[in-house]
C-alpha cells in the first residue's frame, strides 16, 4: 500500500461521539487525501492537503475536519458522528513530480450506530 | 469538472483482451485521463494515465481518441485478478493538488 497506513481499521462507535482517524505515511509526498466510499458507489474526496498546514474542501466536506501538523500525518476528525457517517474512509497520497497518480491506503470501515 | 460515462459491467473470459471504453465528450485540452481500478474489499489502484498519445506500462495500454472524448483501456490478457471495478477519471492536476471524481466505474467480471 506504498506506505501508507491508516488507523484504526475498523471501528464502531455511537451517534454524537467524537472519532479520529487517522494517515500515516512514509512516503515523504506532499498532498494528502480523504475519501469515502459508501456502497454502491465511487469515492467521493472529503478533504485534501496540499502541504504541512494547507488543507481545503472536497465534494462532501460537511460534519468533517482534518488537520496535518507534519508532512506523514492527517487526520480526520468527525466531531459527532452521525449514522449517515458510516462508511469506508480511505486516504490517498500525491507527489507533484509523479504525474499527480495517487496511491491509496487499505482503508477504515467505520460504524456510527 | 468534465464527466465521464462507462458501463456499469463487462464480462471477460481469461487470457483474452478487455476492452474497457470510457466517453468524455466535455473534456477540456488540459484534462488527464486516469484510469484507476479496485480489487474488493481494496483501496483503488493506480493503472494507467495519458493525455493525448496512447500510452503502455506494465499493466495496461490506454488508447486515446484523437479528438480526446474517448478513451480504452486495454488489457492485453485478461487473468481472474484482473477482475475489479475500473474507474476512468478525468483530473487537470492543479497546482493544489489532484482531485479525483470517481463515477460508478466498470465492473469487470472475468470468467475462467
Known amino acids: 500500500d506504498a506506505g501508507i497506513t491508516q488507523s484504526p481499521r475498523h471501528k464502531v462507535t455511537e451517534t454524537g461521539t467524537p472519532v479520529t482517524l487517522r494517515c500515516h505515511q512514509t512516503e515523504n509526498h506532499r498532498y494528502m487525501y480523504w475519501y469515502r466510499q459508501d456502497p454502491g458507489h465511487g469515492l467521493r474526496l472529503i478533504h485534501y492537503?496540499?502541504?504541512?498546514?494547507?488543507?481545503d474542501k472536497g465534494e462532501v466536506s460537511d460534519g468533517y475536519s482534518v488537520s496535518r501538523s507534519k508532512t506523514e500525518d492527517f487526520l480526520l476528525t468527525l466531531e459527532s458522528a452521525t449514522s449517515s457517517q458510516t462508511s469506508v474512509y480511505f486516504c490517498a497520497i500525491s507527489e507533484p513530480g509523479q504525474g499527480f497518480i495517487q496511491y491509496f491506503g487499505a482503508g477504515t470501515r467505520l460504524s456510527v450506530l | 469538472d468534465a464527466k465521464t460515462t462507462q458501463p456499469n459491467s463487462m464480462e471477460s473470459n481469461e487470457e483474452e483482451p478487455v476492452h474497457l471504453p470510457c466517453n468524455h465528450s466535455?473534456?477540456?485540452?488540459?484534462?488527464?485521463i486516469h484510469w484507476y481500478r479496485q480489487l474488493p474489499s481494496q483501496g483503488p489502484e493506480y493503472v494507467i494515465h495519458g493525455l493525448t498519445s496512447n500510452v503502455n506500462n506494465r499493466m495496461a495500454s490506454l488508447a486515446i481518441a484523437e479528438d480526446r472524448k474517448s478513451s480504452t483501456l486495454i488489457l492485453h490478457r485478461a487473468t481472474l485478478r484482473d477482475a475489479a471495478v475500473y474507474y476512468c477519471?478525468?483530473?487537470?492536476?492543479?497546482?493544489?493538488?489532484?482531485?479525483?471524481?470517481f463515477g460508478e466505474g466498470t465492473q469487470l467480471t472475468v470468467n475462467p
Open positions: 492537503s496540499y502541504g504541512v498546514k494547507d488543507t
Open positions: 477519471i478525468l483530473d487537470r492536476g492543479r497546482a493544489s493538488g489532484s482531485r479525483l471524481t
Open positions: 466535455t473534456i477540456s485540452g488540459t484534462d488527464y
